[in-house]
């Protein structure tokens, strides 16, 4: 490899790096036809991991340091940090709380099912596990741990939620459109609770004055928007994205609660859906699987393989049961028909995206350890991985569309 290395230049081994990103998890899903049980983002996430110091770096450390060095990783968090920023802004921008509102008792109580239940599963998994070292972060707290491990538990990814709902012909569906109403709830209380366990007491007077600002810009932002053209929106959006961004990480808090915070003010009626729908599609298509790679990158298994697996299952079996269990008791209070509680409750536990990026939070604010991280990367995979095969034939036995 040193007789290699000198002859490219970083430009041409970031282009090496990013072909494997692009290439390997495409020829597998293809090839394997995955999409039923692993649709391409789920291959994406797993080729990061397989991509990471863990698998790659650890079967092949020349190659893996050849090509993922210290000048090529910066190059792609870069992009994988604006990447995931317009995701999240994205996914801010799908909430439709007027909806929400409108049907606010079947909403809050279903939505506080979905969310409360899997969170006290959560918590519950966290303290057993946090009775063995090594899964509490330099810079974290046992509660901060607790409940950061329980609201991944709760999370719902309501991106991938809209795209498998596509996929099984469901989204334009009247139970499409309840369980993205739930989705949408239960994603304000996940970044409430993320800016909640950020909190820092040394920095409370800069986060409070972001709060002011941010209330203060938010109603000038959207009489400037009511003004513009929707092309203006889309690029004074991005420029709003970014200031955002900036001004909650100076704040303590993180870039990420910014970019959602960016999008949840504005108007998702501002922009036409074909737009916003090519937009995401457009991310997840050209530069979230660089962040997927950085993600792998950062899955370690120091305190153990077996350990790792053996929290990764546990967190699973509390995030699934939590759902379920929380979205069958709202079905009994609201009366819903038979079998649509268990539809709702396997649809709301898909993870993916939303709790990766949540969790990623908390690995860069040192609150967990790589181990935990890498132990809630592989529940968010296995879970969202269970979503199609377990939901087709439940809609199958309801008479409802179904896979296309």
């Known amino acids: 490899m040193t007789a290699i ?24 899903w293809r090839l394997l036809r995955t999409d039923y049980w692993a649709p391409l983002v789920v291959v994406q996430i797993i080729g990061g991991i397989l991509l990471g110091p863990g698998v790659l770096g650890a079967a092949f450390p020349d190659y893996y340091a050849f090509v993922f060095n210290p000048q090529v990783i910066g190059s792609l968090n870069g992009i994988a940090w604006w990447a995931v920023m317009m ?24 939505a506080a099912g979905a969310l409360i239940t899997p969170l006290l599963f959560g918590a519950a998994a966290a303290a057993l596990l946090l009775q063995t070292p090594g899964w509490i972060g330099p810079k974290g707290s046992y509660a901060q741990v607790v409940l950061g491990i329980g609201m991944a538990c709760a999370v719902t990814a309501l991106p991938i939620l809209v795209l498998l709902m596509e996929k099984l012909g469901i989204f334009r569906e009247p139970l499409g459109q309840r369980i993205l109403r739930y989705a949408s709830l239960d994603d304000v209380a996940i970044w409430g609770v993320l800016a909640l366990i950020l909190v820092d007491w040394e920095r409370v007077g800069r986060q409070g004055i972001f709060l002011a ?5 938010s109603w000038a932002v959207r009489a400037l928007f009511r003004r513009l053209s929707e092309n203006d929106r889309w690029y004074v959006s991005l420029i709003w994205l970014a200031m955002v961004g900036f001004a909650a990480d100076w704040s303590g808090l993180h870039f990420m609660v910014g970019a959602f915070l960016a999008g949840a003010v504005l108007d998702a ?75 709702i409750g396997w649809l709301l536990q898909t993870k993916a995206l939303i709790m990766i990026i949540f969790v990623n939070v908390l690995l860069d604010k040192g609150i967990v350890t790589n181990e935990t991280f890498t132990a809630l990367l592989l529940m968010a995979v296995m879970s969202t991985m269970l979503t199609v095969p377990l939901v087709t034939p439940r809609l199958k036995a309801l008479a409802k569309p179904t896979l296309h």
């Open 5 to 28: 290395a000198p002859a490219m230049g970083t430009t041409e081994v970031f282009l090496i790096a990013l072909t494997i990103i692009l290439a390997v998890p495409y020829l597998v």
């Open 213 to 217: 600002t941010f209330a203060v810009a």
């Open 269 to 343: 009626q501002w922009f036409t859906r074909e737009r916003l729908d090519g937009f995401r599609q457009f991310l997840l298509l050209a530069v979230m699987p660089v962040f997927f790679l950085s993600t792998g990158l950062r899955t370690k298994w120091d305190v153990g393989g077996l350990a790792v697996f053996g929290a990764a299952f546990l967190f699973l079996v509390a995030s699934v049961a939590g759902k379920l269990v929380g979205v069958r008791i709202a079905g009994r209070l609201l009366g819903w028909a038979r079998g649509e509680a268990s539809i």
């Open 87 to 110: 995701f999240v802004f994205a996914a801010g921008l799908e909430l439709d709380l007027p909806d929400a509102w409108a049907n606010r008792r079947e909403t809050a109580i279903t």
